[in-house]
């Protein structure tokens, strides 16, 4: 009777794993075919209007700027100035505190005279 109870168990295993494997087939098809329409439906809407998609815009942005800056060509530093020159400022002393300002004059208890000014 044991041997009986493991083929069966074996058989709803089999068919088990058989409806979930075509479960997961159906499911990454229909996937693909939502996308494929999303895609063609983008596609149509922009050649009716004309204008290139927005995410394509978005990705050629970020094409262009990322080869521009695996060239070597960061922002501020040009062909003139390499890594090891040395720019010379001119140094200023920053106090620790602000200046004094004026004593503004107060004007009958406006509380907004002071944020005006």
């Known amino acids: 009777m044991n041997g009986l ?14 409806v979930l494997g075509v479960a997961a087939l159906v499911f990454v098809l229909s ?18 209007t004309g ?7 978005v990705f050629n942005r970020f094409r262009q700027t990322s080869q521009r800056y695996t060239q070597g060509v960061w922002p501020g530093r040009g ?8 720019v010379d ?8 505190a602000p200046a004094p300002r004026e004593a503004a004059p ?9 944020v005006i000014r």
């Open 31 to 48: 996937l693909l075919l939502a996308s494929l329409v999303l895609v063609l439906g983008v596609s149509l809407w922009a050649l009716i």
């Open 79 to 86: 062909p003139a100035r390499s890594m090891g020159d040395v």
């Open 5 to 18: 109870f493991d083929f069966f168990a074996r058989l709803v295993r089999g068919v088990f794993r058989l």
């Open 51 to 57: 204008r290139k998609p927005a995410p394509f815009v």
């Open 106 to 114: 107060r004007s009958g208890g406006d509380p907004m005279a002071r």
């Open 89 to 96: 400022v001119q140094a200023h002393e920053v106090p620790d």
